[in-house]
Structures are given as C-alpha cells and as structure tokens.
C-alpha cells in the first residue's frame, strides 16, 4: 500500500471502530454521523482487503487482521498527539536527549552543577556534549541542528540565532607554587620577565593581554600557545611558565591541588561574557525552553 494516498484520518475511525465495536458510537466518538461513519468503515474494508468488523449476535467483533492493527495504530495515534500537545513536556518523566555544543570552558563551569540538578528534577534527560572552539562553529552547530543549544562567547544575535547572557567572567594570573619570580607576589616587570603559556581556543594569534600590554609599550614572550585551557594549571605547575586564565577555572584547579597560585593580573582585563544560543526555529519548543531555563539558573547559581 502506498502510504502517500492513505488518508491518514481513517487510522482514528478504525481506532474508535475497535474501542466502541459500534458504528453510530464510534462516530460519535470521532465526530461523525452514522452513515458517515459507516463509508468510512467501507473504504477500510477496500483499501486493507479485509472486513475488518463483522456482525454478530453480540455486536461488532474484530477480525484477525483488525486485531493485528489495533495495537500499532493506537501507538501511532498516541505518539502524533504527543508530538502535537504544545504543553506536554514533564521533566520528572521525560526520557529524550539534548545535544548541546559547549566551549571548553562552559563545560568545565556548568557540566558538573547541571547534571547534579537533572539528576534530581529530569533523571530521564540524558546530554550529548559537542565540543566547541569558535563562535562561528555555533552558529553551523545550530543551523544544521546537530546541536540544540550552544554555550559559549555569544555570537551577534540575528534572526535566526537568538542569545541569552548566562555569565561574566573575569581573569586570574596563574604560576608554580614556590615561583621565585611571583615570591613577593605579581607585578608588571616580571609578569612581563617571565616566559608564558597562552590559551587561545580559536588560534587567533596574540591574545587579550598581549593587546593590552602592546598599549603600555611592553611585549611578553609567549613559549606554548594551546587551544585548550584544562592542560594549561597542569603544565604551569611543573614549569616556570605562567598563564591567564579565567578566574573561575584558575581558582577550582587550586582547589584541587593541581599545585598552583592565583595571582590578581598586573595589567587591567575586561571581563567576557559566557551566553546560552539557540536557533529559533527551537525558541517555543517546550522541552528545550525548559533546559534554556534550567542552564541559565545554573549559570546564575555559579
């Protein structure tokens, strides 16, 4: 049978057909009168080559083949009014997937505190984490709908990638413990004197504090530049290069004990914002609106 010709509203006359056993209260069921709702039964007889129904002394009793549809058409039914109820998400017992693209660092920061509160409010929701290095990878992410959200350096909102601010973060200098350069703490000359490990997820050569301590007529000397932050603690504490990093990531890895110091940067660096994206073909989706919820609490929770 060629599915494209079937009219696809003769799978709910057969489904009230097989509940009731009763033409007329199958047609009430469905909103059909008797004789309307007996040529649907006809066409049902002639496209499936099978009665379907027959009479008999007690009613409408089912034939094989009707019992054999009767399960899939009523699952079928079920899943398209599922799909269609606008308000039908409950997190504390939906089982679905997410695929959100994340920056190294929204990972680091967010992974940990949001998987500890789907465990308790949506232990049905599982996440599949893409790694993400540029902004303009967001944007393809969201426009292929590999990913349903990105969190990272927000992108210029547009039509149809709509941003939602999570967070600002800040800077932390980062050296060896017992760093004889930083044994009376950090100034400028020898923040500047020291050789340093850079992280630049995107590659895009000098960085921030290069920049700005190009405005000063200074010049660091930049030995390893890295794409990736989480190695940078683990490197710098068994060197003499240091790092800047953001703060947030700076003090957990202390907090660790990777074997590091936290050091406020000589040099003035503007903070940076972290910002949750989306497509917005997904803006009134209900179950991603309530991950959009639920990642941004946890952002303002950090």
């Known amino acids: 049978m060629d599915i494209g010709s079937f ?10 057909l097989y509940a009731e056993r009763h033409v007329t209260r199958a047609g009430l069921r469905i ?3 008797q004789s309307a709702m007996s040529g649907t039964l006809t066409r049902l007889r002639e496209l499936l080559a099978d009665e379907l129904f027959v009479r008999t002394p007690s009613g409408m009793r089912p034939t094989a083949r009707a019992d054999d549809l009767a399960g899939p058409v009523a699952d079928a039914l079920r899943l398209v009014r599922g799909a269609l109820q606008a308000d039908g998400f409950e997190p504390a017992t939906a089982e679905r997937a997410f695929t959100v693209a994340m920056s190294d660092y929204a990972a680091f920061v967010l992974l940990p505190p949001l998987l500890a509160r789907l465990g308790v409010e949506a232990p049905g ?9 540029g902004r303009g ?33 800040g800077f932390a200098c980062i050296a060896r413990r017992g760093h004889p350069a930083f044994a009376a703490g950090v100034n400028l000359e020898t923040f500047v004197a020291v050789p340093h490990l850079l992280v630049s997820p995107e590659g895009d050569g000098p960085g921030l504090v290069d920049r700005k301590l190009a405005e000063l007529g200074l010049k660091r000397r930049v030995v390893l530049s890295l794409p990736q932050f989480l190695v940078a603690p683990f490197i710098v504490a068994e060197s003499d ?9 700076a003090r957990r890895c202390a907090d660790f004990g990777v074997g590091i110091t936290v050091h406020e940067p000589p040099v003035v660096l503007p903070d940076w ?3 949750l994206m989306w497509h917005r073909r997904a803006d009134a989706h ?7 919820d639920v990642i941004a609490e946890v952002a303002a929770a950090v």
Do not use: C, H, Y
């Not at 009219?7 to 009230?16: P, V």
């Not at 929701?125 to 290095?133: A, E, N, P, S, Y």
């Not at 290069?241 to 990531?249: D, G, N, Q």
């Open 125 to 133: 929701i599982d996440l599949r984490v893409r790694g993400m290095f």
């Open 286 to 292: 209900p179950a991603t609106a309530w991950l959009r």
């Open 241 to 249: 290069l240091v790092a800047t990093l953001a703060v947030r990531v």
């Open 273 to 275: 914002p972290l910002a």
């Open 31 to 33: 909103g059909l009168s």
């Open 7 to 16: 009219d696809l509203n003769l799978l709910k006359a057969f489904d009230a």
């Open 137 to 169: 990878e967001a944007v393809e992410l969201l426009d292929s709908g590999e990913a349903n959200l990105a969190v990272g350096v927000p992108v210029e909102a547009s039509a149809r990638i709509l941003t939602r601010p999570l967070l600002r973060e």
